[in-house]
T-cell receptor, first 111, second 115 residues
């Protein structure tokens, strides 16, 4: 099955700086790559996703890039704010919404 | 108010007992999923269902069972055969176009503790 690796496991950034989380996937047939944010004690929520026919997607301070050749994708958060502190999960899927998740990155934004 | 609801939020079970976790959605989604979340391991798929009366094993199905008798409901039973059941369980649902993957919406989770 699909194997998704996510790095780093923890990330501490100064408010206003950028944060980058990287994921690699094993199955070249994967074609959908969502990112979920889980705040403490809350449910995961989709923040951005990208499909394999697109190399980059941006939504305000959040962007995702995909390199199909290298089988990796990254989440970029610019101008970080305290409310960005959460656990972020990447995922990959090739069919039937059977998502395989990374282990998660705990992001802490220092004021 | 549309959404996906899990109950209860906290659940305690004695060793050797089966326990059922509830998951209900009113989003008219065809697909429903159960994930287990452990610290440092992300979300692992237990079971999923694309349509009523049909479901498939995920990556860690041993010791669990599910049913899908209604579109809105996908209960998960944690049986006594599950060796390490203490975890946070998340239910999710999504539309299923058959071609394109779509956003999965999660419930608020059930924290199961074996005592």
């Amino acid at each position: 099955g699909e194997n998704v690796e996510q790095h780093p496991s923890t990330l501490s950034v100064q408010e206003g700086d950028s944060a980058v989380i990287k994921c690699t996937y094993s199955d070249s047939a994967s074609n959908y790559f969502p990112w979920y944010k889980q705040e403490l004690g809350k449910r995961p929520q989709l923040i951005i996703d990208i499909r394999s026919n697109v190399g980059e997607k941006k939504d305000q301070r959040i962007a995702v890039t995909l390199n199909k050749t290298a089988k990796h994708f990254s989440l970029h958060i610019t101008e970080t704010q305290p409310e960005d502190s959460a656990v972020y999960f990447c995922a990959a899927s090739k069919r039937k919404n059977k998502l395989s998740f990374g282990a998660g990155t705990t992001v802490t934004v220092r004021a | 108010d549309g959404g996906i609801t899990q109950s209860p939020k906290y659940l305690f079970r004695k060793e050797g007992q089966n326990v059922t976790l509830s998951c209900e959605q009113n989003l008219n989604h065809d697909a429903m999923y159960w994930y287990r979340q452990d610290p440092g391991q992300g979300l692992r798929l237990i079971y999923y269902s694309q349509i009523v009366n049909d479901f498939q094993k995920g990556d860690i199905a041993e010791g669990y069972s599910v049913s899908r008798e209604k579109k809105e409901s996908f209960p998960l039973t944690v049986t006594s055969a599950q060796k390490n059941p203490t975890a946070f369980y998340l239910c999710a649902s999504s539309t299923f176009s058959g071609v394109l993957n779509t956003e999965a919406f999660f419930g608020q989770g059930t924290r199961l503790t074996v005592v």
